[in-house]
C-alpha cells in the first residue's frame, strides 16, 4: 500500500516539475522577446539621430541639397538631433498633414508647391518607416526654411530687376523659422503669419483665386481695341463696336448703330475709367484702350507680381511712417494705423523714373535752393548752353565752378565734356520761380531722389502723373511737413509761416525721423475696397514676372480652385 502511495507521489511531483520548467521556459522566452523589443527602441532613436546628424553634416540628402544645412543642424542638436515633425502619435501625423497643407496651397501667395518638396513628402509620409523616418523629418524642414525665406524676402537677384536689397526684407534665418513653426502649438496657423497681414495682399490672394477659376475666354477679351487718337462721346467710329463688346454690350442693342458712341455706352465707360483711378470723362484715349486690353493671363501675371513685392515691405512698421506708391502717385502719411494725410503727387516719367526704395524723412528745408541734378543737367540745360550761353541766367541759375560764381557767356560749352560740366554747380535760389516750392523734405538716398512742393500746381488734376524727372512732387506739401515736425516740442504754425515769409533757406531737424516707404504696386485698392488694375509704367511687372520664371518661381494650379474650398492663407 506504501509502495502505491509513493508511485502516485512520484508522478505528482513529476508533473510538478514539468510544469514549473515550462513556465520558467515561457517567462524565458518572453523576457528575451522583452529584452528584443528593449534593445530596439534603444537602437532606433540612435539610428535616427545618427541618421539626421550624418545628413546634415554632408549638407545633404540623397539627391537634395538642404538650403539651409548649419541652421537646420543647429536646430536638431538643440533638440537632442531627435525627429521634430514625424512622430508615432496621432498628433504628430496631423501636424505632419497640416505643414504638408499649407505648402501644397502655397500657388494662393504666388508660389511654386513644387519648391517645397510637397510631391516628395507624401509619397515619403507612405513609404517610411523605422529609421528611415528621419528622411521624412529632413525633408519637411528644409520645406519650411525654404518657404519661410521665400515668404519674407525677395526670392530673386535684385540686380536682375533693378533693385537693391539693402532696402527690403532681410530674410528669415532658417534657425529662426524651424524654432518658430515647431515652437507653435499650431503649426499651420504660425505658417500662416509669415504672410503680409495687409488688407492688399489679403485681397491680391483672393483675386487670384477668382482669376484661376475664370475661363481664358473671359467675355469681353476675345475684342481687342483698337484706337488712333481720341473718341468722344457723340461720335461715329468702327472702334466703337469693340468698345462696346468690351463693355459687355451686344451690337444689335445699340439704337443708334453698333458704331455709334452713345450716353449710354458713355456711362459704362466713365464707370471703367473711375474704377481704374483714371479721369472719368467718357472720352476713349491711350490709357483707357490699354487698361481695357488687359487679359486674363495680364491680370494674374501683375497680382503675382504685386504679392511678390508686398513680401518685400517690413510688415512691422512704426506708428508713424510716410508711404507713396509710384503707379498710383498717391501718397498716405499713416499715424497710428490711421491715414491722417492722403495726396496725390507727381512722379517720374518712364523715361526718368522715379527709383523704388526705403528711408527716413530727416528734416525740411524751407525755402530752398535748387541745385540742377546730373539728369537734368546733361540731357536738358547743356543742350540749351550750346545754342544759348545764357540760358541759366535767365532762368536765375548761378554757375559755380572750382567755388567761383562764373558767367556763363564766357565758356566755349561746345567743346566741353560732359565730365566738365557735371562738375560744374548750377543753383537756383530761394524764390517763386524755384521749381522746389517753398518746401524739400530731407531724405538721404544715392538716388537724389526727394519729396518736395512745386510751381506746376495743374499737374495734380491729371490722371497721369508720371511727369517729373524722378522726384515727387506733393500737391500739399505745408500739410505734410507739419505732420513731419509736429513731434518736435516748439514747432507750431505761426513759427512755420514766420519762416516762409522771411523767404530765406531754414533747415528744421526732425526730432522723430520719419520713415518713407517708395512702392511699386501696380494693382491697389479703390475707396470702396475694390480690385484697381493700374499701368506698369516703368515694365517693373514684366521684368520681375521674368525673373520669377527663370526660377521655376510660379505654377498655376493643377485644377480649379473653389472659391469656397481652396486655402487662402
Given at each position: 500500500?506504501?509502495?502505491?502511495?509513493?508511485?502516485?507521489?512520484?508522478i505528482?511531483?513529476?508533473i510538478?516539475?514539468?510544469?514549473?520548467?515550462?513556465i520558467?521556459?515561457?517567462?524565458?522566452?518572453?523576457?528575451?522577446?522583452?529584452?528584443?523589443?528593449?534593445?530596439l527602441?534603444?537602437?532606433?532613436?540612435?539610428?535616427?539621430?545618427?541618421?539626421?546628424?550624418?545628413?546634415?553634416?554632408?549638407?545633404?540628402?540623397n539627391?537634395?541639397?538642404?538650403?539651409?544645412a548649419?541652421?537646420m543642424k543647429?536646430?536638431?542638436?538643440?533638440?537632442?538631433?531627435?525627429?521634430?515633425?514625424?512622430?508615432?502619435?496621432?498628433?504628430?501625423?496631423?501636424?505632419?498633414?497640416?505643414?504638408?497643407?499649407?505648402?501644397?496651397?502655397?500657388?494662393t501667395?504666388?508660389?511654386?508647391?513644387?519648391?517645397?518638396?510637397?510631391n516628395?513628402?507624401?509619397?515619403?509620409?507612405?513609404?517610411?518607416?523605422?529609421a528611415?523616418?528621419?528622411?521624412?523629418?529632413?525633408?519637411?524642414?528644409?520645406?519650411?526654411v525654404?518657404?519661410?525665406?521665400?515668404?519674407?524676402?525677395?526670392?530673386?537677384?535684385?540686380?536682375?530687376?533693378?533693385?537693391?536689397?539693402?532696402?527690403?526684407?532681410?530674410?528669415?534665418?532658417?534657425?529662426?523659422?524651424?524654432?518658430?513653426?515647431?515652437?507653435?502649438?499650431?503649426?499651420?496657423?504660425?505658417?500662416?503669419?509669415m504672410?503680409?497681414?495687409?488688407?492688399?495682399?489679403?485681397?491680391l490672394q483672393?483675386?487670384?483665386?477668382?482669376?484661376?477659376?475664370?475661363?481664358?475666354?473671359?467675355?469681353?477679351?476675345?475684342?481687342?481695341?483698337?484706337?488712333?487718337?481720341l473718341i468722344?462721346?457723340?461720335?461715329?467710329?468702327?472702334a466703337?463696336?469693340?468698345?462696346?463688346?468690351?463693355?459687355?454690350?451686344?451690337a444689335e442693342?445699340?439704337?443708334q448703330?453698333?458704331?455709334?458712341?452713345?450716353?449710354?455706352?458713355?456711362?459704362a465707360?466713365?464707370?471703367?475709367?473711375?474704377?481704374?483711378?483714371?479721369?472719368?470723362?467718357?472720352i476713349?484715349?491711350?490709357?483707357?484702350?490699354?487698361?481695357?486690353n488687359?487679359?486674363?493671363?495680364?491680370?494674374?501675371?501683375?497680382v503675382?507680381?504685386?504679392?511678390?513685392?508686398?513680401?518685400w515691405?517690413?510688415?512691422?512698421?512704426?506708428?508713424?511712417?510716410i508711404?507713396?506708391n509710384?503707379?498710383?502717385?498717391?501718397?498716405?502719411?499713416?499715424?497710428?494705423?490711421?491715414?491722417?494725410?492722403?495726396?496725390?503727387?507727381?512722379?517720374?516719367?518712364?523715361?526718368?523714373p522715379?527709383n523704388?526704395?526705403?528711408?527716413?524723412v530727416?528734416?525740411?528745408?524751407?525755402?530752398?535752393?535748387?541745385?540742377?541734378?546730373?539728369?537734368?543737367?546733361?540731357?536738358?540745360?547743356?543742350?540749351?548752353?550750346?545754342?544759348?550761353?545764357?540760358?541759366?541766367?535767365?532762368?536765375?541759375?548761378e554757375?559755380?565752378e572750382?567755388?567761383?560764381?562764373?558767367?556763363?557767356g564766357?565758356?566755349?560749352?561746345?567743346s566741353?565734356?560732359?565730365?566738365?560740366?557735371?562738375?560744374?554747380?548750377?543753383?537756383q535760389?530761394s524764390?517763386?520761380?524755384?521749381?522746389?516750392?517753398?518746401?524739400r523734405?530731407?531724405?538721404?538716398?544715392?538716388?537724389?531722389?526727394?519729396?518736395?512742393?512745386?510751381?506746376?500746381?495743374?499737374?495734380?488734376?491729371?490722371?497721369?502723373?508720371?511727369?517729373?524727372s524722378?522726384c515727387?512732387?506733393?500737391?500739399?506739401?505745408?500739410?505734410?511737413?507739419?505732420?513731419?515736425?509736429?513731434?518736435?516740442?516748439?514747432?507750431?504754425?505761426?513759427?512755420?509761416d514766420?519762416?516762409?515769409?522771411?523767404?530765406?533757406l531754414?533747415?528744421i531737424?526732425?526730432?522723430?525721423?520719419?520713415?518713407?516707404?517708395?512702392?511699386?504696386?501696380?494693382?491697389?485698392?479703390?475707396?470702396?475696397?475694390?480690385?484697381?488694375?493700374?499701368?506698369?509704367?516703368?515694365?517693373?511687372?514684366?521684368?520681375?514676372?521674368?525673373?520669377?520664371l527663370?526660377?521655376?518661381?510660379?505654377?498655376?494650379?493643377t485644377?480649379?480652385?473653389?472659391?469656397?474650398?481652396?486655402q487662402?492663407?
Amino acid at each position: 500500500m506504501l509502495r502505491w502511495h509513493q508511485y502516485i507521489l512520484s508522478i505528482i511531483i513529476l508533473i510538478g516539475l514539468f510544469c514549473v520548467s515550462s513556465i520558467a521556459a515561457a517567462q524565458g522566452k518572453t523576457l528575451q522577446s522583452e529584452i528584443d523589443q528593449n534593445s530596439l527602441s534603444v537602437e532606433s532613436p540612435t539610428l535616427i539621430s545618427a541618421g539626421i546628424m550624418s545628413a546634415l553634416e554632408g549638407g545633404s540628402l540623397n539627391n537634395l541639397k538642404f538650403y539651409d544645412a548649419p541652421g537646420m543642424k543647429a536646430f536638431y542638436e538643440s533638440r537632442g538631433s531627435e525627429p521634430v515633425w514625424i512622430q508615432n502619435s496621432f498628433f504628430g501625423q496631423k501636424k505632419t498633414k497640416a505643414i504638408l497643407s499649407v505648402l501644397e496651397n502655397s500657388w494662393t501667395h504666388g508660389l511654386n508647391p513644387n519648391q517645397y518638396h510637397t510631391n516628395e513628402i507624401r509619397q515619403l509620409m507612405d513609404e517610411a518607416k523605422g529609421a528611415d523616418r528621419f528622411q521624412l523629418d529632413l525633408v519637411i524642414s528644409d520645406a519650411l526654411v525654404r518657404y519661410g525665406r521665400d515668404m519674407s524676402a525677395m526670392r530673386v537677384n535684385p540686380k536682375r530687376i533693378g533693385q537693391r536689397s539693402r532696402y527690403w526684407r532681410t530674410p528669415l534665418r532658417g534657425i529662426d523659422i524651424l524654432d518658430y513653426v515647431a515652437g507653435s502649438s499650431d503649426v499651420k496657423s504660425a505658417m500662416q503669419n509669415m504672410a503680409p497681414k495687409g488688407k492688399l495682399y489679403k485681397k491680391l490672394q483672393e483675386e487670384l483665386n477668382r482669376l484661376y477659376q475664370t475661363p481664358a475666354t473671359e467675355k469681353g477679351e476675345s475684342f481687342k481695341v483698337n484706337v488712333k487718337g481720341l473718341i468722344r462721346p457723340g461720335a461715329n467710329n468702327k472702334a466703337v463696336l469693340r468698345i462696346r463688346n468690351r463693355m459687355g454690350y451686344k451690337a444689335e442693342s445699340a439704337p443708334q448703330g453698333a458704331y455709334y458712341y452713345d450716353d449710354e455706352l458713355a456711362r459704362a465707360v466713365m464707370a471703367f475709367q473711375k474704377s481704374h483711378s483714371l479721369k472719368p470723362d467718357g472720352i476713349v484715349g491711350r490709357q483707357t484702350v490699354k487698361l481695357m486690353n488687359i487679359t486674363r493671363e495680364d491680370k494674374i501675371n501683375q497680382v503675382l507680381a504685386n504679392l511678390e513685392r508686398l513680401r518685400w515691405v517690413e510688415q512691422s512698421k512704426p506708428n508713424r511712417y510716410i508711404m507713396v506708391n509710384v503707379p498710383s502717385a498717391t501718397l498716405w502719411a499713416v499715424e497710428n494705423e490711421k491715414v491722417k494725410i492722403e495726396m496725390p503727387v507727381v512722379v517720374g516719367r518712364p523715361k526718368r523714373p522715379t527709383n523704388i526704395f526705403s528711408t527716413q524723412v530727416t528734416g525740411i528745408r524751407y525755402n530752398p535752393t535748387w541745385t540742377v541734378p546730373p539728369t537734368i543737367k546733361r540731357d536738358d540745360y547743356l543742350p540749351k548752353l550750346r545754342e544759348n550761353p545764357y540760358y541759366l541766367s535767365d532762368r536765375g541759375i548761378e554757375l559755380v565752378e572750382d567755388g567761383m560764381t562764373v558767367d556763363p557767356g564766357e565758356i566755349d560749352w561746345n567743346s566741353k565734356t560732359w565730365s566738365e560740366v557735371n562738375a560744374m554747380r548750377m543753383i537756383q535760389g530761394s524764390g517763386r520761380g524755384n521749381p522746389l516750392g517753398q518746401v524739400r523734405f530731407l531724405m538721404n538716398n544715392p538716388f537724389n531722389i526727394y519729396l518736395h512742393d512745386t510751381t506746376t500746381k495743374s499737374y495734380f488734376k491729371r490722371s497721369n502723373r508720371a511727369l517729373s524727372s524722378g522726384c515727387i512732387r506733393l500737391e500739399k506739401p505745408i500739410e505734410l511737413a507739419d505732420f513731419v515736425l509736429s513731434p518736435n516740442p516748439d514747432w507750431s504754425s505761426s513759427k512755420r509761416d514766420s519762416i516762409l515769409q522771411r523767404g530765406k533757406l531754414r533747415e528744421i531737424r526732425a526730432q522723430e525721423p520719419l520713415p518713407v516707404y517708395i512702392l511699386y504696386q501696380t494693382v491697389w485698392l479703390g475707396e470702396r475696397n475694390q480690385i484697381i488694375y493700374g499701368a506698369d509704367i516703368y515694365g517693373h511687372d514684366t521684368r520681375l514676372i521674368k525673373a520669377l520664371l527663370e526660377i521655376d518661381g510660379v505654377a498655376v494650379p493643377t485644377a480649379p480652385k473653389s472659391t469656397k474650398t481652396a486655402q487662402i492663407n
